[in-house]
């Protein structure tokens, strides 16, 4: 249902707000998998002042609200998100060189970052080279991969918590398996210690990260990333393969033929069609190995009661 104080507020946002708005804004465009109902305000930063000025006006006015990046890791709900969307691209994407670390603003894509870390001759980023994902999006969930992860090249993290601009060092930060401190905040940007190196071969080791990828994951179709956080001393796919669901449909949506634990939108799936085949993965995958697999990604827009049976 639509919030009803946005009505009222979108004049008021208009009086300080430079960047773009606008209203009942569809989301798949902007979502790795495609799908996704419509935002009822879709609102795009100019920069970080623009940014805070926005965060504090819609916590004074109770509305609802989510930041959005290069929108992996979710699942926006066919009805769409009852509040306000804050796209962080087109306005906070800077990558810069600060006292000899690489600061990146919260919607800057990672290949962005990884590419510019390249370009210097800075290694240790190589693994991200083809995350779908953004700098803030990958900080909150310590996004990994090849056995490294976000938080082996942290420095600090600068983030909106509550109504306080903070800094926090990575040590402080409670990076863990895809979690982090910052799950109820709003990242502003990260600062990353990394190493030199001899910039053709880290553009050879990142050609070899890319390669793999592309022979194991579905990365020409949409998807919203890895569906599920690996289990303690397994792995997601292989349970999900054992159970013999790899191909599985639902709709237009597909268990990817070339990675089990992804899930893959051949062209119309629904957002319904992804949880119904999400809960078929779960319930198999249960009753085969008393093992209940857990999200990974980020169910938006649903009702609490459908977010709380996934978890």
């Known amino acids: 249902m639509p919030v009803e104080s946005e009505v009222i507020a979108i ?15 569809p989301l798949a465009p902007y979502t790795s998998m495609k799908v996704g109902g419509p935002a009822q305000l879709f609102l795009e930063p100019k920069d970080r002042d623009d940014l805070l000025s926005l965060a504090q006006f819609l916590r004074e006015q109770t509305i609802p609200f989510m930041m959005i990046g290069r929108g992996s890791n979710m699942i926006v709900s ?19 060189l600060v006292e000899g670390d690489v600061e990146a603003e919260a919607g ?17 980023l190589e693994w991200a080279a083809g995350i779908p994902g953004s700098v803030g999006g990958a900080v909150v969930m310590n996004a990994g991969a090849h056995g490294s992860e976000m938080k082996d090249h942290i420095v600090k993290v600068e983030a909106l918590r509550g109504a306080s601009v903070v800094t926090v060092k990575a040590e402080d930060a ?27 071969q880290i553009l050879r080791r990142k050609s070899e990260l890319m390669a793999r990828r592309n022979a194991t994951q579905p990365l020409t179709q949409p998807n919203s990333g ?34 089990a634990n992804f899930m893959v939108n051949l062209g119309s799936a629904k957002a319904a069609d992804i949880l119904r085949l999400i809960d078929l993965v779960r319930r198999t995958v249960h009753q085969n190995t008393g093992i209940l697999l857990q999200l990974e990604v980020k169910l938006v827009g649903f009702p609490e009661d459908v977010r709380a049976s996934f978890t």
């Open 226 to 259: 890895s569906m599920f956080t690996n289990p303690p001393g397994t792995h997601a796919a292989r349970l999900i393969e054992q159970a013999g669901l790899k191909g599985k449909r639902i709709g237009d949506a597909q268990i990817s033929e070339k990675h």
């Open 78 to 96: 066919d009805e769409g998100f009852p509040g306000a969307v804050i796209h962080l691209e087109p306005g906070l994407s800077r990558v810069s």
């Open 174 to 200: 409670g990076f863990a398996y895809r979690t982090s401190a910052f799950t109820q905040d709003i990242v502003l940007s990260a600062r990353f210690r990394l190493r030199p190196g001899d910039r053709e």
């Open 11 to 25: 004049d008021s946002i208009r009086s300080f707000f430079r960047g773009r708005i606008a209203e009942m804004e």
């Open 108 to 124: 800057a894509r990672l290949t962005k970052l990884v590419d510019f870390c390249a370009q210097h001759g800075l290694q240790g």
